[in-house]
C-alpha cells in the first residue's frame, strides 16, 4: 500500500509534468537523453524506478557531469509514460526548459 502522503507527492510531480508538457520543452528517450546531457542542454532528468541498473547509473554519471539534476519517479515506466500523456512506456525523460512549472525549483 502507499501511503497519502506517497501518494500526493507522486500526483504533485504528474501535475507538474503535465505543465511541462504544455508549456517547456522535454525529450523522452534514452538517446536523447544521453544527448542533451552530453551537449549540457538537461536541466533534469526523471528516470522511472524500473529502469535497468546499467543505464541507470549511467544516467545519473552523465548527470552529475553536466550538473543536470536528477529525479527518480515513484512509477515504473507505464506510469512515467501516462503522467507524460503519451501512450507508450518510456524509462527517462529529460526535461530542457520548464516553462510554466516550477519543477525544477522543488527538487
Known sequence: MVSKKAK???ENINSRLQLVIKSGKYSMGMKTALHSLRMGKAKLVIISNNC???TKSMLEYYAMLSKSSVLHYNGNNIDLGT???KTYRTH???ITDAGDSDILGKL
Open 52 to 54: 535497468p541498473a546499467i
Open 92 to 94: 527517462v525523460m529529460t
Open 83 to 85: 503522467a507524460c500523456g
Open 8 to 10: 500526493r507527492s507522486m
